[in-house]
């Protein structure tokens, strides 16, 4: 069985969380050995690709949606818009110079 491919969105949010979050871990961490980086480093990954994950299954909730009771229909009646005229200025003659 074959593996499916990541869809754009899966490689962008996950692109995208990983290289805020490695910066956010950064400054916030003042890590500045190579332990204290590569830490950072890996804990980014991961959350890249936890949200990257999250992102694969939109179907979820569009089932959860969908299974929702539909709303009651109200009674719909038109609506008329009513747009003012506009307002009339008087006219201004230009001084003789």
Request: a positive charge.
């Amino acid at each position: 069985m074959a593996m499916p491919r990541p869809t754009v969105a899966q490689l962008v949010y996950g692109s995208c969380t990983v290289i805020f979050s490695t910066f956010a871990l950064l400054l916030l961490s003042g890590a500045s050995s190579a332990v204290g980086v590569a830490v950072v480093a890996v804990s980014a990954l991961a959350l890249g690709l936890l949200v990257a994950m999250a992102v694969a299954h939109p179907r979820r909730a569009v089932a959860a949606v969908a299974s929702a009771p539909p709303e009651p229909v109200r009674s719909m009646r038109p609506v008329r818009a009513t747009v003012p005229s506009p307002a009339r200025e008087p006219v201004r003659e230009r001084a003789a110079s």
